[in-house]
């Protein structure tokens, strides 16, 4: 207003062309500064996973005595593990089993046969030490046999055999079985570069002896115990296990958490106006808001971790710029999983923006899984001795500060 009567009086007066001048490019550049739209502009293109490709599927399911009362008439273990390969069966080239413990044994017939033997009896009569089985070493085997056309699963209670005797800590020992599967997980990627591991935490009825550390054993009848499915290779080959064979769909209804890992990664993504019809945005109310659609299936998160607002920030944030909301793509033709609402002060400074998706080391529900295996179990039931340890150990291996991925797009006034 004031450079309009300004503009007022000066016509009105002679002799004031030049000043004339100046006050007309100050209200161009000033009509042009509030024209109220923007354009967001992405490359969220990356290269495309060829989703042919079939690779090889080898499982290992543990048979060590703490087993047995996972596969007792009333458990459930042996229908998830029959529903879930053979649903991968869809998808892989041939599949393999084992028994594993102290010894790697494999498992000669077919998987009706592998599943029907899922009994204390065929556990005892497969043969390996029972009685003692390093979990660390036991994972590291798995991953030695994991390369970029294997995918390798384990089911066990990965429950640690920890020493009560012989003068070594607790935590020493939780801390040598971390390092030994950090050990194990960086080897596998120089192997792998686009490794991936998944664990999923199930449950089952658990009939039989219970093993503390100390020797001590008591007997559960039909109690709710988990146990754990591993899959490590590819995170591509995982990813479309993942979508194609949900956990949650696993028979039995075992399926509780799933924790993943993998290394930095490129996703396809996009970003666009409200409407997700274009990438020219108009101000709403003196704020622009944008779409940005994702990808994020090769990051191995599950849904309740990628639609985690906490999970996402912006390296250098615009004065102005807010993260409104993160939610899922529910329409199931769609290429991303999920999206992100951004808003933008319209009179904020526009530039290069880039949010990262960082989500926690370890998700909270490995601590409260995690069991010292000193306190009486049945108050603990959910609880599995040393599990931190393990996944500790996981997440040390990729070693990678838990930046996944990112999303880098150009704002431009029109």
């Known amino acids: 207003m004031v450079i309009v009567k300004l503009f007022k009086v000066l016509i009105s007066r002679p002799g004031c062309v030049v000043a004339m001048a100046i006050i007309g490019m ?187 550390p100390d020797g001590r054993t008591t007997h559960l009848d039909g109690a709710a115990r988990p146990y754990y499915i591993w899959l490590a290779g590819d995170r591509y080959f995982i990813a479309r296990m993942l979508k194609c064979v949900p956990p949650i769909n696993i028979v039995g209804n075992g399926f509780r958490e799933l924790a993943g890992f993998t290394t930095e990664t490129q996703v396809p993504f996009k970003v666009t106006n409200q409407s997700m019809n274009g990438s020219v945005v108009s101000s709403i109310s003196g704020r622009y808001v944008v779409y940005l659609s994702a990808d994020l299936g090769p990051t191995l998160q599950p849904s309740q971790v990628i639609t985690s607002a906490e999970c996402y920030s912006t390296t250098s944030p615009t004065p102005g710029l807010k993260i409104e909301r993160v939610g899922a793509v529910t329409n199931p033709e769609s290429p991303y999983d999920v999206f992100l609402e951004i808003s933008i002060e319209e009179k904020s400074r526009i530039d290069m923006e880039r949010i990262v998706f960082c989500p926690p080391s370890l998700p909270e529900w490995v601590e409260r899984s995690d069991d010292s295996g000193i306190s009486d179990v049945e108050g603990r039931l959910d609880r599995t001795v040393g599990l931190g340890a393990l996944l500790q150990g996981v997440s040390e291996g990729f070693n990678n500060g838990r930046e996944l991925t990112s999303f880098k797009f150009e704002i431009k006034r029109r």
């Open 26 to 212: 100050a209200m161009a550049g000033l009509q042009s500064c509030s024209s109220g739209q923007i354009e967001v502009v992405a490359d969220g293109e990356v290269a495309a996973v060829d989703g042919g490709l079939r690779p090889a599927l080898n499982v290992y399911v543990e048979n060590s005595g703490s087993m047995d009362g996972y596969v007792s008439p009333d458990a459930n273990l042996s229908d998830a593990v029959y529903s879930y390969v053979s649903r991968l069966g869809e998808y892989v080239d041939t599949t393999r089993l084992f028994y594993i413990n102290s010894a790697t044994i494999p498992y000669a017939g077919p998987l009706a046969g592998f599943i029907g033997d899922l009994t204390p009896e065929a556990f005892a009569a497969a043969g390996g030490n029972r009685s003692s089985s390093d979990m660390a070493s036991m994972i590291c085997r798995v991953l030695e046999a994991t390369s970029d056309s294997t995918v390798t699963m384990f089911v066990s209670d990965c429950i640690l055999d920890l020493s009560t005797s012989g003068g070594v800590s607790t935590s020493s020992q939780l801390n040598n079985r971390r390092i030994a599967i950090s050990n194990g997980v960086a080897a596998a990627l120089k192997r792998v570069p686009t490794l991936g591991i998944v664990v999923m935490k199930m449950e089952s009825p658990f009939t039989g002896r219970y093993f503390y």
